[in-house]
T-cell receptor
Framework: DAGVTQSPTHLIKTRGQQVTLRCSPK?????VSWYQQALGQGPQFIFQ???????QRGNFPDRFSGHQFPNYSSELNVNALLLGDSALYLC??????????????FGDGTRLSIL | AQSVTQLDSHVSVSEGTPVLLRCNYS??????LFWYVQHPNKGLQLLLK??????LVKGINGFEAEFKKSETSFHLTNPSAHMSDAAEYFC?????????????FGKGTKLSVKP
């Protein structure tokens, strides 16, 4: 049973560029959430996608956008990259409707470095 | 507003000795609480969750946590540390009324295990 997979594992970009990160949820899951984890910090919620719509959003600027496809996979896009966007980006999946206390399953993340 | 505070940024124990990682939460509602572990360059793995069914929650790898409402605490313990337990541990609360996506993470506690 495949877990949450993310690609790429590492990425180096320069300021002002744009980046797309990808996530495939755990088999059977239909909800994808994205988190940003800066070095030495806990993850921070960016947004969540369900039924191809952004359902909830954290305190992140509009430069951060996403998409969910009919097969439930998801992309995170970041425009006009800043040095402060350097972080580990984590994707988590879950199955909606199982109850609000069901945990999320996390991928290993994409390490994004901005030069 | 909900929040979690992990009282120690770093805990060091010897192999075979008990582990205590402390977490206090703030919530106006009955909270949903989780502990996640993150090994170096890896994603997050769920250790255990509290969902109001029982105050003493058992998780994987010998870890357990006790929910104490009077103390607003959810400390993580293990009676005997193994070298493989060395990792970063996060105490997490889910935003009340939010979807499964909106998790609030503590800043993490790094556990070191000495031989």
């Amino acid at each position: 049973d495949a877990g949450v997979t993310q690609s790429p594992t590492h990425l180096i970009k320069t300021r002002g560029q744009q980046v797309t990160l990808r996530c495939s949820p755990k088999s059977g899951h239909d909800t994808v959430s994205w988190y940003q984890q800066a070095l030495g910090q806990g993850p921070q919620f960016i947004f969540q996608y369900y039924e191809e719509e952004e359902r909830q959003r954290g305190n992140f600027p509009d430069r951060f956008s996403g998409h969910q496809f009919p097969n439930y996979s998801s992309e995170l896009n970041v425009n006009a990259l800043l040095l402060g966007d350097s972080a580990l980006y984590l994707c988590a999946s879950s199955l909606d409707g199982q109850g609000s206390n069901q945990p999320q399953h996390f991928g290993d993340g994409t390490r994004l470095s901005i030069l | 507003a909900q929040s979690v505070t992990q009282l120690d940024s770093h805990v060091s124990v010897s192999e075979g000795t008990p582990v205590l990682l402390r977490c206090n939460y703030s919530s106006s509602y009955s909270p949903s609480l989780f502990w996640y572990v993150q090994h170096p360059n890896k994603g997050l793995q769920l250790l255990l969750k509290y969902t109001s069914a029982a105050t003493l929650v058992k998780g994987i790898n010998g870890f357990e946590a006790e929910f104490k409402k009077s103390e607003t605490s959810f400390h993580l313990t293990n009676p005997s540390a193994h070298m493989s337990d060395a990792a970063e541990y996060f105490c997490v609360v889910r935003v009340h009324g939010g979807s499964q996506g909106n998790l609030i993470f503590g800043k993490g506690t790094k556990l070191s295990v000495k031989p």
